[in-house]
Nanobody
Framework: QVQFVESGGGLVQPGGSLRLSCAASGFTLAYYAIGWFRQAPGKERERVSCINSSPRTTFYADSVKGRFTISRDNAKNTVYLQMNSLKPEDTAVYYC???????????????WGQGTQVTVSS
């Protein structure tokens, strides 16, 4: 059974940090590009970052460049999103998603997690 589980969300003050994890089971993560998406209330879902299967090329939305870092540990079947210098506008539900090999901004993703809430507020 394919499962994709996010964790690490929570409430953090502006300027703080969180690390999100996305653990996969039921499929081999190494063959997949993994994207992190977010959706805030009343807004469209946006892709904030993505990492290819191989080579591990990474992509970031302009709004998070220099603050967020995506990484993967294929041995643990897990992808991470390190989020630093968080801002209130980063508040959203964050999802990870997988598609074969290469990231795509507009293409479909095969597997999605259930999401984890990130709230940045003082």
């Amino acid at each position: 059974q394919v499962q994709f589980v996010e964790s690490g969300g929570g409430l953090v003050q502006p300027g703080g940090s969180l690390r999100l994890s996305c653990a996969a089971s039921g499929f081999t993560l190494a063959y997949y590009a993994i994207g992190w998406f977010r959706q805030a209330p009343g807004k469209e879902r946006e892709r904030v970052s993505c990492i290819n299967s191989s080579p591990r090329t990474t992509f970031y939305a302009d709004s998070v460049k220099g603050r967020f870092t995506i990484s993967r540990d294929n041995a643990k079947n897990t992808v991470y999103l390190q989020m630093n210098s968080l801002k209130p506008e980063d508040t959203a539900v964050y999802y990870c998603a997988a598609r074969l090999i290469l990231c795509s901004l507009g293409g479909s993703y095969d597997y999605w997690g259930q999401g984890t809430q990130v709230t940045v507020s003082s």
